[in-house]
């Protein structure tokens, strides 16, 4: 496993996520978003070989769902309503 995904605390990502959901100025809004992300992406590569994790996969999932409508409907990211 990769060394930089192991020093990254289980939790991150959900911290980083809650920071996002918490912030009111849009100018750091983008930026907690991006963060959230980043953590929940390197989450997501930690997990991968873990099958007792389907609770949190679902959780991340969720969380993904609120950070894309945070994008599109709050800071009004280009190309995201593509109906």
Do not use: C
């Not at 991006?34 to 994790?53: D, G, H, M, V, W």
């Not at 969380?63 to 709050?74: P, Q």
């Amino acid at each position: 496993m990769n060394e930089h995904l192991e020093e990254v605390p289980p939790d991150r990502w959900r911290e980083q996520y809650q920071a996002a959901l918490l912030e009111f100025d849009p100018k750091k809004l983008g930026e907690l978003v991006k963060f959230a992300e980043s953590a929940i992406f390197f989450r997501l590569q930690s997990l991968r070989r873990s099958p007792e994790a389907q609770e949190e996969r679902r959780a991340i999932e969720d969380a993904v769902s609120a950070l894309y409508t945070i994008k599109k409907e709050i800071l009004k990211f280009p190309g995201l309503d593509l109906h």
